[in-house]
T-cell receptor
Framework: AQKVTQAQTEISVVEKEDVTLDCVYE???????LFWYKQPPSGELVFLIR??????QNEISGRYSWNFQKSTSSFNFTITASQVVDSAVYFC???????????????FGKGTKLSVKP | DTGVSQNPRHKITKRGQNVTFRCDPI?????LYWYRQTLGQGPEFLTY????????KSRLLSDRFSAERPKGSFSTLEIQRTEQGDSAMYLC???????????FGQGTRLTVV
């Protein structure tokens, strides 16, 4: 069965600190997709990144970076020089591939609430 | 606004009443999904449509729940004979067939009293 575990329920940091959000997944599929979403207090889930299982290259987008390691089934997310606006709940999610593309049926972790204090 | 739109944003209903929510996806998106999110949890998949066809339903979707997507455009999610356990945020998302990024609406928060 597919499963996503985000062991950190809440993290609190002071502005400008770096913070890493952990994500561990379980799947029997050889082809799958991993995602990170941000949910600010307004409630709308905001897509951050998608990574397929064949692409283990790390990715950097501004202050955000992602470390995908198949050997440990982890897809961790790091925010560098955190800002107050980064305060939100962050979800890691997994989906399996069907018909040549992601089914889109996302299995979410329970989320990590990040609080960035000024 | 070209994002996913959900209405109403909030709904309070008495136990036993029926409620209906609406989702308008991004116009060119063929796939539409419904998720449910309870406090402190991640979203849980309920069902999804490819155009007007409902292709998968989660076991979470009891007989009291029904979803439609007439003409492959907007979708409705109806809950009959609501129970307190139905209280949750109901999220709608859409995506292009050949892409996997799902874009979410702001959700409908249902409170059953």
């Amino acid at each position: 069965a597919q499963k996503v575990t985000q062991a950190q329920t809440e993290i609190s940091v002071v502005e400008k600190e770096d913070v890493t959000l952990d994500c561990v997944y379980e799947t029997r599929d050889t082809t799958y997709y991993l995602f990170w979403y941000k949910q600010p207090p307004s409630g709308e889930l905001v897509f951050l990144i998608r990574r397929n299982s064949f692409d283990e290259q790390n990715e950097i987008s501004g202050r955000y970076s992602w470390n995908f390691q198949k050997s440990t089934s982890s897809f961790n997310f790091t925010i560098t020089a955190s800002q107050v606006v980064d305060s939100a709940v962050y979800f890691c999610a997994l989906s399996e591939e069907k018909d040549g593309g992601s089914q889109g049926n996302l299995i979410f972790g329970k989320g990590t609430k990040l609080s960035v204090k000024p | 606004d070209t994002g996913v739109s959900q209405n109403p944003r909030h709904k309070i209903t008495k136990r036993g009443q029926n409620v209906t929510f609406r989702c308008d996806p991004i116009s060119e998106h063929n796939r539409l999904y419904w998720y449910r999110q309870t406090l402190g949890q991640g979203p849980e998949f309920l069902t999804y449509f490819q155009n007007e066809a409902q292709l998968e339903k989660s076991r979470l979707l009891s007989d009291r729940f029904s979803a439609e997507r007439p003409k492959g455009s907007f979708s409705t999610l109806e809950i009959q004979r609501t129970e307190q356990g139905d209280s949750a945020m109901y999220l709608c998302a859409s995506s292009l067939r050949d892409y996997t990024e799902a874009f979410f609406g702001q959700g409908t928060r249902l409170t059953v009293v």
